[in-house]
């Protein structure tokens, strides 16, 4: 397993910018899927999307297809999440996930968004 760790959360306005981040550690980083969720208050946990080893493929929710980007730096061991035109439905705790195989077995701890109309 690896060890994630998220930053980057903060409170903005509708409709602007920003990028969390995802520090990975431990052995073979570069061979870890890493995924994005998110989870508001009093919803389940939400796919948002993922990278896959070494950042040629990425997934998105229909949610945030067009508005979000993840993209990878293996060299800095750190996977990002741009999220850009925000809009308040998109408030919620974002976790970051790794995984080799089928189920994500690695969780980062959250980042708190807040996103104000």
């Known amino acids: 397993q690896v060890q994630l760790t998220e930053s980057g959360g903060a409170q903005v306005q509708t409709g602007e910018s920003l990028r969390l981040s995802c520090t990975v550690s431990?052995?073979?980083?570069?061979?870890?899927?890493v995924g994005w969720f998110r989870q508001a208050p009093g919803k389940e946990r939400e796919f948002v999307g993922q990278?896959?080893?070494?950042?040629?493929?990425?997934v998105y929710s229909d949610s945030v297809k067009g508005r979000f980007t993840i993209s990878r730096d293996n060299d800095k061991n750190t996977v990002f999440l741009q999220m850009d035109n925000l809009a308040p439905e998109d408030t919620a705790v974002y976790y970051c996930a790794g995984r080799r195989g089928v189920e994500y077995d690695s969780w980062g701890q959250g980042t708190q968004v807040t996103v104000s109309s």
């Open positions: 990278v896959n080893w070494n950042g040629d493929r990425t």
């Open positions: 431990g052995r073979a980083v570069s061979t870890y899927a």
